[in-house]
């Protein structure tokens, strides 16, 4: 614990590091018509057919073309992508990834500490959220910094810094909420069966979230709205308050001894 | 520097080149195949991945279409064919030839269905795209033709294929997220966690156990429990995959003994995998939640196979993830002999000996120099000086039969006009078998008499007349603070020879000796010290009739002495000794010649209790060397 400052301030330099390097990219999002049948017709003629030139060489030869064809073993007839393509992605990659990383951090935790693992995973979740909020501060200031307010000049900004913004987000979310929510229905009464209806209907709208990350994630996203009232709590004052209130518990942490 | 190099060539001839899985002909292709295959296949799918917008900036933005494409195709196939092939390799290994040193659980044929269903899918993926597009180019994606050819006889028309081609792709990925995910948790993980630990693994000699440090002031020797291991060795576990190639080359399995240096590390891992990654949890928790780790000997592991092992090394030579038995049965050991005092009676004995007499055989100390009477030979005392100082050792100095070779030693030194001297009562037993049996005390108390008085007599290097000897000078003595120049008496005399210090045929008369023999190497000397070739010198000096064991030079056998195990009560029909008599009968060979006392005194019981005496006989190098250099000197006159 006592280096736990010191091992955020790397990690956090790390992800800036990398943060730089995407934000000097562009967004290269391939837009492409859903699920085009392919042209049969085409298809067969070109391959039984004696030869259809495309700048001197026999089109059937060659493989599908780079906007036909994103991923050359996957998709013959282009990329189809609804507006579930993007969470399915990152669902069962994320989820490989976090059993792949779980698993290999839990040996390491093991070997190192020599100390139960079933007691040591939980002092971690304070870490994790510490590093997703910093995530979400790095990611954040670039975006800020990216975006325009003018309608006219459409910056394209990078679908890693949206994606790790918007997933860290929602990592975040969906632990303050559900910490939250498990807390407020202990008691079973009136406000606790108000609120399990009105969870019931937010998660009844998953598609919005969808749909939400559809739009972060491939469309051409644009520019908020002027900086509202709204737009400063989110970027300075709740943040700021998030980190006062974390800056207070590790330092109580660190006064207090680790874990008691 | 060497820090960091070390790790690095070890990373590229042991973790990517996998040098010693070529060792065994079968499974090394096996692995290449396999492995190779599957490197392939993941840097092609990354290449191919990089066309989508997920990494940027690394994007690919204009991948060929065709000549490099054409080349790419070609590998990928060709990769997974290796895998197919591999993963048939393997299969046929575990069903037909079952050896039985292989582990036989469920994530083994978990990982080989997986890794054989992966191409397949892949493959059947490409051979619907090919019926669908059906390009001239197809040629080159070869494999993927050839299913393309079977699923066309099987009556898949273009139209289905593209159905057929979306869901198997959704199959391949499945599969291949499955695989990634589960290396972690199935036997996959020596992707990750052996070439760590052949990173990682202790750059000391192998034949060097780790000290002790402060045994005065520790209070925790040795280790009881699974927590008590470094982080280094609980790496090591998780790198072991139960591939048995300790076990084809261990002499206790190979004699029919319970213990098994691979069942040990399984034993290991799966006492680290429930007391700290997935306790059970079935009321092992007191009441504070702290769930009591079990000691590890007694508990979860047979205290009998503790004392089996006689750390003769050959398992250290052939573990392709590094993994160090023997130094975890030392580890155990002095757990069980400093902490507990639960050890055999006979290994009782045997230290109290050490403690009490100053040596293994319980002799007077004052019997010491018995060997040296009528012989010329000078007994250092401090200040004095001299070229060579011979460490006799206790074997030497006690055993009857190994003192004649010692006697035979010194003559050959004073011909050759050697200046050399012995400490006489002064040496202290070297402390080897304590440490092996698990006494650090009273090894870290002999060196350290030892070394004293080394550093009070001048002397260019030490000649040992015993590889145990010699391999604890050389390579323990410097952790306690006595880096000497060590040499065994082997090097010693086939550098006199090459000098023309010792003749060994001064007439061209002198015949061939007549019969067969053979050079059993020692596992200290050989293994632990890399010295081969000089006792073999020295017998072809010597005019003898060589020939070799089938289990030779690093592959050697053990005679079963080592380890402490010259001192152990053990079962007749488990005797290592007769196992490795065995090999020197059927190469039919008149003598065996050793060149390390304990050999030659397992080798004379072995002899004995089979009662082959009029077939073979044990000798020591020396003693054959020196018949030899009389014979000469007699017919020269």
């Avoid at chain 2, 993963?87 to 037909?96: K, T």
């Avoid at chain 2, 195990?565 to 005797?575: G, H, K």
């Amino acid at each position: 614990m006592k280096q736990l400052p010191r091992r955020l301030i790397f990690i956090g330099l790390i992800v800036l590091g990398f943060a730089i390097i995407f934000a000097t990219g562009r967004g290269q999002a391939t837009t492409l018509p859903e699920g085009q049948p392919p042209n049969w017709d085409k298809i067969s003629t070109l391959a039984g057919g004696p030869s259809e030139t495309v700048s001197g060489e026999n089109l059937a030869a060659l493989p599908p073309p780079a906007d036909r064809d994103p991923c050359l073993h996957c998709h013959i007839a282009g990329e189809i992508v609804t507006e579930w393509s993007p969470i399915s992605r990152w669902l069962v990659f994320g989820a490989m990834g976090f059993a792949f990383i779980f698993g290999i951090s839990r040996n390491f935790i093991v070997w190192r500490t020599r100390e139960l693992w079933h007691f040591r995973w939980m002092y971690h979740l304070s870490r994790i959220t510490a590093i997703l909020f910093i995530l979400q501060v790095i990611t954040g200031v670039i975006l800020v910094f990216l975006h325009s307010s003018t309608l006219e000049i459409i910056v394209q900004i990078p679908v890693v810094i949206k994606a790790i913004h918007w997933g860290s987000a929602v990592v975040l979310l969906i632990a303050a909420l559900g910490l939250s929510l498990a807390g407020a229905l202990l008691p079973w009464y009136q406000r606790p069966f108000w609120a399990m209806l009105f969870v019931t209907g937010v998660i009844g709208g998953a598609l919005a979230i969808a749909n939400l990350s559809f739009t972060y994630l491939y469309a051409e996203w644009h520019i908020p709205p002027p900086p509202s009232r709204l737009y400063a709590f989110h970027v300075l004052l709740i943040p700021i308050g998030i980190a006062g209130i974390m800056s207070i518990i590790f330092i109580m942490l660190r006064k207090r001894g680790e874990t008691q | 520097m060497i820090r960091i190099i070390n790790p690095i060539t070890d990373f590229f001839t042991q973790a990517l080149l996998q040098l010693r899985i070529w060792k065994r002909i079968y499974p090394g292709i096996m692995h290449f195949l396999i492995f190779w295959g599957v490197t392939i296949q993941v840097i092609g799918t990354a290449i191919n991945l990089m066309q989508m917008a997920l990494f940027t900036p690394f994007a690919i933005e204009n991948f060929p279409r065709s000549g490099w494409y054409h080349f790419y195709e070609f590998t990928m196939d060709l990769a997974g064919v290796f895998i197919l092939i591999g993963v048939g390799m393997a299969f046929y290994r575990r069903l037909v030839m079952k050896p039985k040193t292989l582990g036989y659980s469920w994530d083994d044929w978990y990982a080989l269905i997986l890794l054989t269903l992966l191409p397949l899918a892949g493959f059947t993926t490409e051979a619907m795209r090919l019926i669908v597009v059906d390009p001239p180019w197809a040629g080159y994606s070869f494999a993927g033709s050839v299913f393309a050819g079977l699923y066309r006889l099987l009556g898949v028309k273009p139209e289905s294929a593209v159905g057929w081609q979306q869901t198997f792709v959704i199959i391949h990925i499945f599969l291949g997220v499955t695989f990634v995910a589960s290396i972690p948790f199935t036997k996959l993980r020596h992707l990750v966690f052996a070439p760590l630990n052949i990173i990682r693994h202790p750059r000391r000699a192998i034949g060097a156990l780790e000290k002790v440090e402060d045994i005065e002031e520790t209070e925790l020797l040795g280790v009881g429990k699974i927590t008590e291991f470094s982080s280094q060795q609980l790496l090591s576990f998780d790198a072991c995959l139960r591939c048995g190639r300790c076990e084809e080359v261990c002499p206790c399995t190979n004699s029919g003994m319970s213990y098994s240096p691979r069942l040990l590390i399984t034993a290991l891992h799966g006492a680290m995998l429930r007391s700290l990654i997935s306790p059970s949890g079935n009321g092992d928790a007191s009441e504070d939640g702290v769930v009591a780790i079990p000691e590890f000997v007694g508990e979860t592991y047979n205290e009998h196979d503790l004392w089996s092992c006689t750390t003769c090394g050959a398992c250290l030579t052939r573990c392709p993830a590094f993994v160090r038995p023997p130094e975890q049965v030392v580890d155990l050991r002095r757990y069980q002999v400093l902490m507990m005092g639960n050890m055999p009676k006979s290994v009782g004995d045997t230290l109290r000996n050490m403690e009490r007499q100053g040596n293994p055989w319980g002799m007077p100390p004052e019997n010491r120099l018995n060997w040296a009477e009528g012989l010329d030979v000078r007994e250092l005392a401090p200040g004095d000086e001299a070229d060579v100082l011979l460490f006799v050792g206790c074997a030497a100095a006690f055993d009857e039969r190994n003192k004649k070779v010692v006697q035979s030693f010194v003559r050959l030194l004073n011909k050759a006009s050697v200046d050399f001297g012995v400490l006489g009562f002064d040496e202290a037993c070297c402390g080897e078998t304590a440490r092996r049996m698990g006494h650090e005390y009273i090894f870290q108390v002999m060196a350290e008499q030892n070394i004293e008085i080394f550093n009070q007599i001048h002397f260019q290097r030490i000649v040992t007349a015993c590889p145990h000897c010699f391999n604890t000078l050389k390579n323990e003595y410097p952790q306690m603070g006595g880096d000497y120049e060590v040499m065994h008496y082997s090097e010693m005399l086939s550098e006199l020879i090459s000098n023309g210090k010792l003749v060994t045929s001064k007439s061209a008369n002198l015949q061939m000796a007549n019969g067969k023999l053979a050079y059993h190497d020692s596992c200290y000397l050989g293994r632990y010290n890399d010295i081969y070739k000089a006792p073999r010198e020295i017998l072809d000096k010597a005019g003898t009739n060589r020939v070799e064991l089938s289990r030779k030079g690093e592959n050697s056998f053990c005679c079963g002495g080592g380890g402490g195990m010259m001192w152990m009560e053990t079962d007749p029909n488990t005797r290592i000794n007769n196992r490795r008599l065995q090999d020197a009968l059927d190469a039919r060979v008149d003598t065996v010649a050793t060149a390390c006392p304990y050999c030659l005194t397992m080798f004379d019981d072995a002899i004995r209790s089979k009662a082959v005496a009029e077939q073979i006989q044990v000798r020591d190098i020396v003693e054959v060397l020196e018949a030899r250099i009389s014979e000469s000197d007699r017919i020269t006159g």
